[in-house]
């Protein structure tokens, strides 16, 4: 069974409660706008049936390339879809290791079973994956009905990640530059950009923050990932000033009793550890090289 949505606002819902990102949709009184997608197929079909029932679908916005924000875009054609240009330049990757497509196809078993009948094999996927009509660089405003969308360009967690302010409901979507009590995915990120896309957040007029993973949340959270970002930084700058190699760091840097891993990818808390403590060692020893 598919959890509810959670209803944030009059117009604003959200999925906390699947593997994956938070997949949102804003009501208008000209229809129905997307934020990013389910990765499981049932969730993204449930989810696009129910937002058809309060108007038609207008747009998909996608807040970063990742596979659990895009990959329901599939089940969401002919919608247009609107994504920044790093969006566009970085879609279905995830990281060097990582084979997004296998990555989406492994939740199948284990957190969507029904979805195996609805999955598409790997060509049919990559011919049509439904990604960005509507590709833009900086800001985009849109107004849909009554409603502004504010598309605001915070690189940092990735090149192309953007914020959904929608200030008329005081929302505002940061997909993954908040990690709300769970644990934070550094994978190639821009740690100072990052942290400079937390003021930009902050900035802005709202009362509900939808995280990309995580429960809904208010301003505060943007303290706690700063605080989280700044203690990996350091930890990891403290065993490079050391000496320690790529694999010692990894071996002695982790921030596990922070947070629990977000649902569906408790097996994966190693691999996150060792991953972020990995990424960071090789941006700064590259710097101090």
Known sequence: MNPPMEQVTKNVFSNTQIRGCNPSYVVTTDGVVVVDTPQLPTRAVAMRQEAETHGPIRYVINTEHHVDHIFGNYYFKPVPVVHHKGVADNYMVVAPILDPFAYAEEAIPTDDPEGAEIFPDRGEYYDEPNDGSIVFTGNLRLRVGDTTFDLIH????????????????????????????????????????????????????????????????????????????????????????????????????????????????????????????????????????
């Open 154 to 289: 915070v690189a940092g967690h990735t090149p192309g990640q953007i914020a959904v302010h929608v200030p008329e409901e005081g929302v505002v979507f940061t997909g993954d530059t908040i990690f709300n009590q769970c644990q934070t995915w550094l994978m190639t990120s821009d740690i100072d950009g990052w942290l400079a896309a937390l003021e930009t957040i902050r900035a802005l007029d709202f009362d509900h923050l939808v995280p990309g993973h995580g429960p809904i949340t208010d301003r505060s959270s943007l303290d706690d990932q700063r605080a989280i970002l700044l203690e990996w930084k350091s930890r990891v700058a403290a065993a490079v000033a050391e000496g320690l190699s790529r694999e010692e760091t990894q071996a002695r840097v982790n921030l596990k009793d922070r947070f629990p891993v977000d649902i569906g990818q408790e097996y994966m808390m190693d691999y996150i550890m060792g991953h972020n403590a990995g990424a960071l060692w090789d941006q700064m020893t590259s710097k101090k090289g």
